[in-house]
């Protein structure tokens, strides 16, 4: 019997990763979908033909990064809905809009208009009946010291190059962001509480958490 059996949980399950940039998304994905059978849905960071150029350059490139992270992340929307769910999926639509295109436009690196016309294509795309939300977001939490040491383990070249501030700076925008999430069912996670790269059995813990949760946001819901 595999994990998601055991627990209960069902097979068409949508599951997002949310949290900031090295909180260990990517990782997670992997682990919970290899746990559970289920599809996998990434970011693709390698192939994006804008983030390199926005980490030179936040204020020429924001636009163009939102407007085509948007793109993509729908795409993998249409594809879920298409297999009919089954998926863990490497950060949320949310996100975009809620942390990064809103930073950029308060920190100035994004101007009003260009925010104002991502906002608008987010909302027609998104903030309607016919999207489907996840059945649950778990949001995978940790100290900003941890969170750097990872960012820098992981050593991208671009992530390196940028100022630790701008690190501090989305991590305090996450906190005040899931404090007041509320589109769809949400599970805390911290990140001192599995160690699923040096022990894979600290996964069932994870998937019993998320099981539970499951179960008690469609109990609510009737
Ligand atoms: N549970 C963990 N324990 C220790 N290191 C981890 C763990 N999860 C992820 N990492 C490491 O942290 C870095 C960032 O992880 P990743 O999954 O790529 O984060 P994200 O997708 O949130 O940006 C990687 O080097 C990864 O190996
Ligand atoms: N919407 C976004 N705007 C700007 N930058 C973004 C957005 N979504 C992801 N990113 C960046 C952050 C990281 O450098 C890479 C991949 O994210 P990760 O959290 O490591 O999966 O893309």
Redesign the pocket.
């Known amino acids: 019997m595999n994990l998601r059996t055991k627990y209960g949980i069902p097979a068409n399950s949508v599951i997002t990763i949310a ?5 260990g ?2 990782t997670m994905t992997n682990a919970l979908a290899n746990a559970l059978d289920f599809r996998t849905s990434f ?1 693709k ?1 390698d192939t ?1 033909p804008y ?1 390199d150029k ?2 030179a350059n936040f204020t020429r490139w ?1 636009f163009h ?2 407007v085509y ?1 948007l793109a993509e992340r729908f795409k993998e929307q249409k594809r879920i809905f298409e297999y009919g769910g089954g998926f863990i999926q ?2 949320s639509i949310y ?2 809009t809620g ?3 809103k930073m ?1 436009f308060e920190k100035g690196t994004m101007s009003k208009v260009d925010y104002e016309t991502y906002t608008s294509l987010f909302e027609a795309m998104v903030m309607t009946p016919y999207f489907p939300h996840p059945d649950l977001l778990i949001y995978l939490e940790g100290s900003i010291d941890d969170i750097i040491c990872r960012i820098k383990e992981r050593g ?1 070249p ?2 390196q190059q940028t100022p630790i501030d701008y690190w501090n700076e989305m991590h305090q925008r996450y906190e005040d962001w899931i404090n007041s999430f509320s589109a769809c069912p949400v599970l805390r996670i911290n990140i001192n509480e599995y160690d699923i790269r040096d022990d894979e059995s600290s996964i069932e813990p994870v998937i019993e958490r998320i099981a539970n949760h499951i179960k008690q946001s469609q109990l609510l819901k009737r």
């Not at 949290?19 to 909180?23: A, F, H, K, L, M």
């Open positions: 949290g900031t940039v090295g909180v998304k990517s970011e960071v994006n983030l926005f980490y924001s990064l939102q992270f490497d950060r996100e975009d942390i990064f295109a950029h991208r671009m992530e």
